[in-house]
């Protein structure tokens, strides 16, 4: 039962874990996106520039930038390198790449930009091997003293039974 049993902490453990780093990707592209509308709207280009370069400054963004119809607006934080390889994601981990990609509409008059983020998932892929590496050893112990308290209880069934036999002959 342990295999089974550490597939299935492991698999729940995986799943709630990839869920709230895709959802809070996802709630930080949305408030960045209300924040780069709200620049839009008063005029201030400088100001989608600095929240672009918050994105990339707010821990796990690796890539930030704004398509227009006609430009690119990047985070100054972000080389020429960088700027082709945004490739979307819908699930975590889905390219490989170590990075979740992900694009949110901005309204900007009638014109329509899209917000371009990236997260960097090694953080929580190097958490979760930590995670499965502690079940691992939890179901280890377990398994060690399971087997201790079933010897100790195995020699106290026998021990009457040892002494009965004895007593019979």
């Known amino acids: 039962l342990m295999p089974a049993l550490f597939i299935a902490l492991a698999t729940v453990i995986d799943r709630s874990t990839m869920s709230a780093f895709v959802d809070d990707a996802r709630i930080e592209g949305r408030i ?19 929240l672009l370069d ?3 400054l707010s821990g796990h963004g690796v890539y930030a930038a704004v398509q227009f119809q006609d430009r690119l607006v990047t985070s100054s934080m972000m080389t ?15 390219h490989g790449d170590n990075t979740y990609y992900m694009s949110v509409p901005v309204s900007h008059g009638d014109e329509f930009a899209i917000l371009r983020l990236g ?13 499965r590496h502690k079940i691992i050893l939890i179901l280890a112990v ?14 106290l069934v026998v021990r009457p ?5 004895r007593a019979s002959h």
Request: hydrophobic share 40%; aromatic share 10%; no cysteine.
């Open 32 to 50: 960045l996106g209300d924040g780069i509308e709200n620049a839009l709207q008063s005029g201030d280009s400088g100001a989608v520039e600095q």
């Open 54 to 56: 918050s994105a990339m």
């Open 80 to 94: 020429s390198e960088d700027v082709p390889r945004f490739e979307e994601d819908f699930d975590f981990d889905e």
């Open 119 to 131: 997260f960097d998932e090694l953080p929580t892929q190097q958490n979760l091997r930590a995670v």
């Open 142 to 155: 377990y398994s060690a003293l399971a087997l201790v308290a079933t010897g100790y209880m195995a020699s």
């Open 161 to 165: 039974l040892k002494w009965l036999g």
